[in-house]
Nanobody
Framework: QVQLVESGGDLVQPGGSLRLSCAASGSRFNIDEMGWYRQAPGEQRELVAVVTSGGSTNVAESVKDRFTVSRDNAKKMVFLQMNSLKPEDTGVYFC???????????????WGQGTQVTVSS
């Protein structure tokens, strides 16, 4: 079993910055893709940004000029640097990891509990 623990959510004023972190436990889990989704009140969960173990990224159009996703493969961590935050960025940000276990030909998806980001003056 893999656990994902997010941190870094906070209340910030419009135009401010935050850095989210997510750490994955589980030494036998090989993570292919790791990243961030968010969910605003009354809305569906949506992709923010993900990064593969090789460094390829997929970033939502609405944030691509303001947010940067990165990861530390050795530490099994993923980060989201969020700049120029807007009120519409408010929501719960969830960490997601997709990967497999050695010798098992199945892919597994794990989610964190989420961290609240509120952008308001």
């Amino acid at each position: 079993q893999v656990q994902l623990v997010e941190s870094g959510g906070d209340l910030v004023q419009p135009g401010g910055s935050l850095r989210l972190s997510c750490a994955a436990s589980g030494s036998r889990f090989n993570i292919d893709e790791m990243g961030w989704y968010r969910q605003a009140p009354g809305e569906q969960r949506e992709l923010v940004a993900v990064v593969t173990s090789g460094g390829s990224t997929n970033v939502a159009e609405s944030v691509k000029d303001r947010f940067t996703v990165s990861r530390d493969n050795a530490k099994k961590m993923v980060f989201l640097q969020m700049n120029s935050l807007k009120p519409e960025d408010t929501g719960v940000y969830f960490c997601k990891a997709v990967g497999s276990y050695s010798g098992i030909f199945s892919r597994y998806v794990y989610w964190g509990q989420g961290t609240q980001v509120t952008v308001s003056s």
